[in-house]
Each structure stands twice: as C-alpha cells, then as structure tokens.
C-alpha cells in the first residue's frame, strides 16, 4: 500500500518533465560531442565510441557513474583554486542531463533532433608546423602486458640556437599514445643523463645518483628528507631552467590536448646542438599496433622577447616508507626576480595521491594556484593559466605532495618496498612544474639577437 503510494507519488512530481523527456537525440548528443568524442571516437585513446546512439547505450549506466563521480572527462583540478583555459568539465547542468537521461531509460527520442556529426579534421591544430621530425622509425607496441614507458631520441636537422612558438605532438598512433614528453637535451646526452650523474656524483664524493641502464636514482648516497623546504630550495635546485647543458621539457601531450603554444613575444629557447628526447607511454589495445609519433614546431619570429622558462619545483631526497599510505613530501623553490607564471605541471608517478602548489608571496599571504586532489597517472595535464599571472620577485612556491603506498592503492608496483626517487615508474617522483618568463628579459634589446 504505501508502495504504491510512492509511486503515484514519484509520477506526479515527474509529471511535468515528461512533455519534455530528455533524449538522446535532442539533449544527449550535444554534450558528448563537445565534451567526450575528442577521445571516444574510433581509432582514440578511450577503449569505447559515442558517435551514435546504438553504441553509447550499452554504457548508458557506466556514463551515469563517471559523470556524477566527475572522472570524466578526465580534469584533476580542484575548482575552487585557479581558472585554466584548457579545462574539461561539465557543468552541472550537463551532469543532470546525462543523469535524468539515464534515469528515464536512456531514449532514442526523434531523428529530427540530433544534430550534425561534429567534423574532427585531422592535422595540426595549430596549423602545420614549420618543421616536423618523426620518430627515426616504427615502434611495436605489444598486443598485451603491461603498459610500456619508451624513450626515443628524435635528431633535429639545425645546429644553431632556435626560438620555438609551438610543440606539438601528432601520435602516428593515437589508440596506442597516451602520453608523450618531449625534451630537449645536448646530442651528446643519450638517452641517460650520464653528464648529470658524472657531475652530481663528484659533490663531497658521495653517490647521489646513479644510473641504471636507462634511468637515473637516488643513490645511497644521497641526503634523505621529506621536507624539501627545510633546505634553502629544497631539491629543486637541479631543475629545468632551460639554460642549456642538460635535459629540459619543452612540451607534454595528453589524449584530447592540443599542444602547446606560447604567446606572441614568449618562445621555448633551444640551445645550440640539441636533439629532442620524447618519452612515450603506451597503452595495450589487444592487438600489435605500430607507432611513429612526429613533433611540430613553429619557429618564433626573432627577435624574441622573453623566453619562456620551465622550472621544476621538487624534491629528490624524499623515502617513502612501505606500507605508508599518506606520506607528506615536500619542495620549495624562491623566486629571485618578479616573474610571470603561465601554467603548472604536477608530476609523480603510481604512488601520487594528491598535490597542492601554493604561493606564498614576500608579505606573508597565501594563494593556492592548483590544487589536484586525487592524483592520477595516466593524465599528465598541464594546467594552463587563464590569466598569467604576476609572481613578485621573493615569492616562495610550495609545492606539497602525498604518496599512498600501501596495499590500498591499486596502482601501487610493490607496497613493500621502500620508495625514493627515479625515473621508472616503480620509482617515484615529486615535481611541481612551472612556467614562467622574467618581467625584466627583453632579448630584442640585445644587438646580437637582432639577425633574421
Ligand atoms: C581526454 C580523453 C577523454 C575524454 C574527453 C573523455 N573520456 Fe571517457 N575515457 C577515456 C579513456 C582513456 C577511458 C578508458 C579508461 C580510463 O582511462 O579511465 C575512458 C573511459 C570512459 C568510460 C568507461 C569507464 C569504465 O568504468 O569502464 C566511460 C563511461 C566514459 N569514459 C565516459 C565519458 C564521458 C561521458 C565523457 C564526456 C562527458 C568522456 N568519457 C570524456 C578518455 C576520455
């Protein structure tokens, strides 16, 4: 009796939503297409297609999971603290269609409403690039097994200092790229940072690194601590400016991203003999597939006025205990000169739970520029700033990071081990990535910088 209540009860108060039901069609469609199809499409990097209704169905109950969760589309970033012009969220409004459209049968609704296919032309986003330099030649990538992180050098076809406006990635395979780093390194370098290991392990003739066939560690060694700010810039003293003589990023690619582009008078500098080392993650598919991802890049027109920097806020020295399951770590890097921030890159490998980084300016306040909550590896967004922003010379940047370590975390390689840093990703990593130009550089101020 008082169930049959309920029920009068619900159809009253769903009464005036049925004159208009929320379709497929008509309401659905719309927002998979500006919001999912960039990757759930066929021959992306999502493992299922919305293109149409009779394949969007099956998942209708899955769809309904991931939104109200808001893991899709795939964003990291907490809302409250920053505005990105790259961001990927629903309203929502969006959330609550997909919702009542799953909650009142997922319905076809009339053909008259859907509306167009939307066009995805392939190519370069940003238009085609004035120079592109392919892989040297083909990967396989394996039907099965784990997913495979590969680094391939990429040779460059000029010698002399460069000016880059524009990376961007194109995946010769986009359903096995999920994502890529480029770099740029001395040619001399390898594929394993051997002038950085011979140097850093020559300080009081300790070992603070080692390699390791193709990896860098933390050696033995080296200091141990959690609190990178305890130390005057804490372990970021090493990272990437790119000032030449070592391995620095000049661009990420996730599925769906569109490259990176730097504004009008802003370039990525590359030294004199650099080459490109990308490292790729590649995803298994079932079946063999074969890659040759190429790098585009847009030559800034000189004269160039500020180079657009990367430094890596992070520490080198942390240990993670097994087990552990929210093991704080910490990193701290002072601003010498007023600068100007352009986007955030937090980066730590299956361990990474979350990441705050946060500003603490020379008069004693605070502002959160990022905050990713639930860290996740297989997204390796840049956050880009809506506005960029002024950063005044003596500004401290903390960037705090919890690892899980435990059994709990089920992307964990081995909770009994003890953790420190390197680049395999059974290995961990702490880095708050900026990037940034100083205020005061005018290199179109300098007569030798003044050639064609
Ligand atoms: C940037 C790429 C990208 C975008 C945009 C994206 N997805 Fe996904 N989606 C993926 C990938 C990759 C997977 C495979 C599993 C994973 O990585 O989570 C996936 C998996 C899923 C799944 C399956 C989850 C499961 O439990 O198996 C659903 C459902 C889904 N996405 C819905 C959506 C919806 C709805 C949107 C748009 C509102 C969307 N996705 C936008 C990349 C994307």
Redesign the pocket.
């Known amino acids: 009796m008082t169930r049959l209540f309920a029920v009068v009860i619900a159809l009253v108060a769903a009464a005036p939503l049925l004159a208009e039901d929320v379709t497929f069609n008509a309401d659905v469609m719309p927002?998979?297409q500006?919001?999912?199809?960039?990757?759930?499409r066929p021959g992306?990097?999502?493992?299922?297609s919305?293109m149409s209704f009779d394949e969007t169905r099956p998942?209708a109950q899955?769809?309904r999971?991931?939104?109200e969760r808001r893991?899709?589309?795939?964003w990291h970033a907490d809302p409250r603290h920053g505005e990105f012009s790259n961001e990927?969220r629903?309203s929502q409004a969006?959330i609550d269609t997909?919702v009542s459209w799953v909650d009142e049968g997922a319905k076809r609704g009339d053909p008259a409403d859907l509306p167009a296919a939307r066009q995805f032309p392939d190519g370069w986003a940003a238009g085609t690039p004035d120079a592109i330099y392919p892989m040297v030649e083909e990967y396989e990538v394996a039907a099965e097994g784990s997913d495979e992180y590969i680094y391939f050098r990429v040779p460059l076809d000029f010698d002399d200092e460069r000016f880059v406006s524009s990376v961007e990635v194109m995946p010769g395979n986009r359903a096995a790229v999920?994502h890529v780093l480029v770099y740029v390194q001395p040619k001399t370098m390898g594929t394993l940072s051997r002038t950085d290991v011979a140097r850093y392990n020559n300080i009081a003739g300790t070992e603070l690194f080692y390699g390791d066939g193709d990896t860098i560690r933390v050696g033995d060694g080296a200091p141990k601590h959690d609190n990178g700010c305890a130390v005057p810039n804490g372990g970021s003293a090493l990272s990437g400016d790119i000032t030449g003589g070592r391995r620095a990023i000049i661009g990420v690619f996730?599925?769906?991203?569109r490259g990176e582009h730097w504004p009008e008078g802003t370039a990525r500098r590359l030294p004199p003999d650099s080459e490109l080392l990308l490292q790729i993650h590649y995803?298994k598919t079932g079946s063999v597939m074969l890659d040759r991802t190429s790098i585009g890049l847009k030559f800034a027109k000189r004269p160039t006025e500020k180079i657009m920097r990367a430094r890596w806020v992070q520490n080198y020295y942390f240990t993670i205990p097994a087990g552990a399951d929210n093991h704080a770590v910490t990193g701290c890097y002072t601003f010498e000169k007023d600068v100007t921030l352009y986007s955030l890159w937090p980066h730590m490998h299956f361990r990474g739970k979350d990441m705050e980084m946060t500003a603490i300016y020379p008069n004693g306040e605070t502002k959160t520029l990022l905050n990713v909550p639930r860290y996740?590896f297989?997204?390796q967004h840049t956050y880009m700033l809506k506005e960029p922003m002024s950063i005044p010379k003596g500004t401290r940047i903390l960037v705090t990071a919890h690892f899980d370590n435990s059994k709990r975390n089920p992307f964990n390689p081995d909770p009994n081990q003890t953790v420190r840093w390197g680049d395999p990703t059974y290995d961990e990593m702490m880095i708050g990535g900026m990037d940034y130009t100083f205020d005061d550089e005018d290199l179109t101020a300098e007569a030798t910088q003044q050639q064609p």
């Open positions: 927002i998979l500006r919001h999912c199809q960039d990757c759930h992306q990097i999502a493992p299922m919305f998942w899955s769809i999971e991931v939104v893991t899709m589309p795939p990927r629903l969006e997909l999920h996730v599925p769906g991203g995803n996740d297989n997204w």
